[in-house]
């Protein structure tokens, strides 16, 4: 994003699962039926001096089940975790074939209402607040190709149960749970077309806790597991040409294996504007 400009972007995201991994073994999810899941996210990114750009997140989650076990699962809705980020490009470089540059990100979240994390899996969040670091590589080929890599570390704290007891490798008599750290890698591949107005990108999206313990046998996930989750995803995005920084978003994405998680399946449509905050002028969409 370049100084004095900000991007708004209003997203929904439906998704869902009927099979999920305890542990690494992938079991269908017989008393629960397809749980789903609605996401609305409000974000806006904000260019706060040249390089330097901050963000801000709130989603809206509500998840639901095909067969709620004869009426004991309800399902959870509210507003998730509020995330606050700043991405500064230490690094841009011209070079013969393209552009390279390269970000730092630290972000922050914490639970915005008072929902219940042991609550898997129809719960909304982990319920427990996250720092996170990422460093970013990306090079912009001349033909319009670009490639793109990160990788992230997040920092987890402890979320509250409505029980006093619970086993996580062991027995633990409190009502405190240790929510596990995590890695994060990504990278993809996209490409610019029509005038640098639409955007198609691959991705993959990898997730490793640091440590944890596994679903037990029959039992209800919770926040102390071990989650591994490998996604790939296919994205589009395409600015108007009769309204400066006006733009829409597609994607879909699938968890492909993982440890401890939902095989999901997610797909998602936004619509994004950003505007310069300082003048009277858009930015053009290939500024960002």
């Known amino acids: 994003m370049p100084s004095k400009n900000i991007c708004i972007l209003v997203s929904y995201e439906s998704g869902n699962f009927n099979q999920y991994w305890e542990g690494n073994y992938l079991r269908k999810n017989a008393s629960i039926g397809t749980l789903s899941r609605k996401t609305i996210t409000t974000m806006a990114a904000i260019g706060i001096i040249k390089d330097l750009n901050a963000y801000i997140s709130l989603p809206y989650i509500k998840t639901?089940?095909?067969?709620?076990?004869?009426?004991?699962?309800?399902?959870?809705?509210?507003?998730?975790?509020?995330?606050?980020?700043?991405?500064?490009?230490?690094?841009?470089?011209?070079?013969?074939?393209?552009?390279?540059?390269?970000?730092?990100t630290l972000s922050f979240a914490t639970p915005s209402s008072d929902y219940l994390s042991d609550y898997m899996p129809y719960s909304i969040g982990l319920g427990t607040s996250e720092f996170g670091i990422r460093e970013i590589a990306?090079?912009?080929?001349?033909?319009?190709?670009?490639?793109?890599?990160?990788v992230g570390y997040f920092w987890r704290g402890y979320t509250e149960a409505e029980r006093d007891y619970y086993y996580n490798?062991?027995?633990?008599?409190?009502?405190?749970?240790?929510?596990?750290?995590?890695?994060?890698?990504?990278?993809?591949?996209?490409?610019?077309?029509?005038?640098?107005?639409l955007k198609i990108e691959a991705s993959y999206i990898g997730i490793r806790s640091t440590s944890g313990d596994n679903i037990r046998a029959y039992n209800a996930p919770q926040p102390t597991n071990r989650v591994n989750i490998d996604r790939i995803a296919l994205s589009a995005q395409y600015y108007f040409k009769g309204i400066k920084g006006l733009g829409v978003l597609a994607y879909?994405?699938?968890?492909?294996?993982?440890?401890?998680?939902?095989?999901?399946?997610?797909?998602?449509?936004?619509?994004?504007?950003?505007?310069?905050?300082?003048?009277?002028?858009?930015?053009?969409?290939?500024e960002k």
């Open 64 to 104: 639901a089940s095909s067969e709620p076990n004869g009426g004991h699962f309800a399902g959870a809705k509210g507003l998730q975790d509020i995330a606050i980020a700043f991405k500064y490009r230490t690094t841009e470089k011209t070079l013969d074939s393209g552009d390279l540059s390269l970000f730092t």
């Open 169 to 197: 490798n062991g027995s633990f008599y409190s009502n405190i749970m240790d929510v596990p750290n995590a890695w994060n890698f990504e990278g993809g591949l996209g490409v610019w077309l029509i005038d640098n107005r």
């Open 138 to 150: 990306k090079f912009q080929f001349k033909n319009g190709f670009y490639a793109q890599a990160m």
């Open 252 to 286: 879909h994405n699938n968890v492909v294996n993982g440890l401890n998680t939902g095989k999901f399946s997610n797909s998602g449509l936004g619509l994004n504007y950003q505007f310069n905050y300082a003048k009277n002028i858009n930015a053009e969409p290939n």
